[in-house]
């Protein structure tokens, strides 16, 4: 964010669970409600796992993996929806 606020951007930071379906949408809809459409979306919410992947057991990679990929698709949907009413394609 700060280097959008220095360059005369603005943004805004948002906190919610990516897992839960309606906290994406809430976030996006806070987002649409603010600045007005979606041109730009930075979906960059997520877990991590705190050991290496020497230590790391495949249940834990899956519900890492689970988890952040979840959160991206569901995001990603819900703000193309916003997009594609603008007549934003891509």
Do not use: A, Q
């Given at each position: 964010?700060?280097?959008?606020?220095?360059?005369?951007?603005?943004?805004?930071?948002?906190?919610?669970?990516?897992?839960?379906?309606?906290?994406?949408?809430?976030?996006?809809?806070?987002?649409?409600?603010?600045?007005?459409?979606?041109?730009?979306?930075?979906?960059?919410?997520?877990?991590?796992?705190?050991?290496?992947?020497?230590?790391?057991?495949?249940?834990?990679w899956k519900k890492v993996m689970s988890r952040?990929?979840?959160?991206?698709?569901?995001?990603?949907?819900?703000?193309?929806?916003?997009?594609?009413?603008?007549?934003?394609?891509?």
């Amino acid at each position: 964010m700060g280097d959008i606020e220095k360059n005369g951007g603005e943004g805004v930071k948002m906190k919610g669970d990516v897992w839960k379906e309606e906290d994406m949408r809430g976030m996006i809809d806070k987002g649409v409600d603010r600045f007005g459409s979606v041109d730009v979306m930075m979906n960059k919410g997520g877990i991590e796992n705190e050991v290496g992947c020497r230590e790391m057991r495949v249940d834990n990679w899956k519900k890492v993996m689970s988890r952040n990929l979840r959160g991206m698709f569901v995001g990603w949907c819900d703000g193309v929806k916003y997009m594609r009413d603008d007549g934003i394609e891509g």
